[in-house]
């Protein structure tokens, strides 16, 4: 089969930028390296052009206007810009905020540090397949609360919420609207004024943009609103985030959104057809396979799955040529069993043996085809070696077995 190892299944925590990406970028390096702010010279305006030019391939592909967009070094500071400056431009109207579990820790960290400096703030919990409804929301609002911030999609299990939902409750009782789309910008349509969206954070890494580059979408009518900026210094960016603009990672910011938005309906169903070929490779030969997330109402190149009897560490081993991630990124690193999958009630065991496989633009069929068999094979081999799958295959009931204690 013809495939080229390492195999990259990690979409979800960046991408490979675009060589048309790349190209479009190229000359911001070289000729075109004006400063945006320059107004006296046409390198300043030769910048300041493609600036705008990449404002308005960002709002196409999230139903907005050009100048509502605010760039920013990614995600992050999107969603801190976001929330913390939310906070403090509304501050005398409430000081309570609603969110959930699940969320991003670019989300729960900046949440953490208001509650810090006296806000308050409800942590929803999310039902089995990661979802909290409006009906929860509307359940924890009060005559206090300022802002809803509510991911599009989950980076680990890719399960979308109901955004429309939640957008028309928060404009039937006055309440911002904050959504981290980090992960459904460019994979499924976003439409900021048909869902009700006020302020929208993005990052163009994981759309097959260059690394370190973002956007907050902030809503300039119905209403207007308004953010505490939290960079201060040259008032660029309507003085919300101030910092000369990174020209030439905007201008691949804008060209990765204008290459999605023509492009995404049909990469979503080639994502799609690939993911759901891998889990049928893997599901259709294995037992106890788990499906982590919602089975529909996810991201089309998102599979997570758990594997029971099986050690986590010991099916990373044996999958090395595949790069794939064990819970986030983010927490990969320690050994705690992932927050997102411990919030949707899968026991420790499950979640330290989940594998999350990010099928992307560049994925190719025999990809998927060999990770299935290599996935199965480790799977498999280590079940050999697992006294606990034994007995399982034997009738016992794991959950009646007395355990010596040691
Ligand atoms: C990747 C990611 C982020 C962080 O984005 P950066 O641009 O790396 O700061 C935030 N939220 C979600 C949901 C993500 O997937």
């Known amino acids: 089969m013809g495939v080229n190892l390492p195999i990259y299944l990690d979409n979800n925590a960046t991408t490979r930028c675009d060589p048309r990406v790349v190209e479009a970028m190229l000359p911001y390096f070289s000729d075109k390296y004006g400063n945006s702010a320059s107004r006296n010279h046409v390198f300043g305006w030769e910048a300041e052009e493609a600036i705008d030019n990449a404002r308005d391939q960002i709002a196409n592909l999230i139903g907005a206007g050009g100048k509502e967009i605010i760039f920013t070094s990614g995600a992050t500071e999107s969603n801190n810009l976001a929330i913390k400056g939310a906070a403090a431009m509304y501050r005398k109207k409430g000081d ?3 969110t959930q579990i699940t969320e991003h820790k670019a989300v729960i960290d900046p949440c953490k540090r208001l509650e810090r400096e006296g806000f308050r703030v409800t942590y929803l919990p999310v039902d089995k397949f990661g979802r909290v409804s409006a009906a929860d929301i509307a359940a924890a609002m009060t005559d206090k609360t300022i802002l809803v911030s509510i991911m599009a999609a989950n980076n680990e299990i890719g399960t979308i919420q109901p955004l429309a939902d939640i957008g028309k409750l928060c404009k039937e009782k006055g309440v911002l609207f904050h959504t981290d789309a980090t992960q ?41 609103v308004r953010l505490e900026p ?35 309906g049909e990469e979503a169903k080639r994502t799609f057809a690939l ?12 037992s106890d396979v788990h499906l982590n997330g919602h089975p529909t109402e996810r991201l089309p190149g998102n599979l997570n799955l758990s594997f ?40 420790d065991d499950l979640a330290h043996s989940s594998l ?44 009646t077995v007395q355990w010596a204690a040691h």
């Open 184 to 224: 459904v910008v460019g994979k499924v349509p976003v439409d900021v004024m048909a869902m009700g969206i006020d302020l929208l954070s993005m990052t163009a890494h994981k759309i097959y943009g260059p690394k370190g580059v973002g956007a907050l979408y902030v809503r300039k009518k119905d209403p207007r």
């Open 230 to 264: 939290q960079i201060d210094g040259g008032g660029h960016e309507r003085g919300m985030r101030s910092g000369t603009l990174a020209v030439q990672n905007i201008v691949g910011l804008g060209a990765a959104c204008e290459i999605a938005r023509k492009e995404m």
């Open 356 to 399: 999350r496989f990010g099928v992307g633009r560049f994925t190719t069929p025999d990809e998927i085809e060999y990770t299935a068999n290599a996935v199965v094979r480790a799977v498999t081999k280590l079940r050999e070696m697992s006294p606990l799958y034994e007995m399982a295959q034997a009738g016992v009931d794991l959950s």
């Open 308 to 347: 029971a009897f099986v050690e986590g560490e010991g099916l990373m081993m044996g999958i090395k040529e595949i790069c794939v991630s064990s819970g986030s990124a983010c927490t990969s690193a320690s050994l705690e069993p992932s927050y997102v999958l411990k919030a949707l009630g899968v026991g």
């Open 275 to 286: 993911r759901e070929k891998l889990h049928r490779g893997i599901a259709d030969r294995l």
């Open 96 to 98: 309570h905020i609603i």
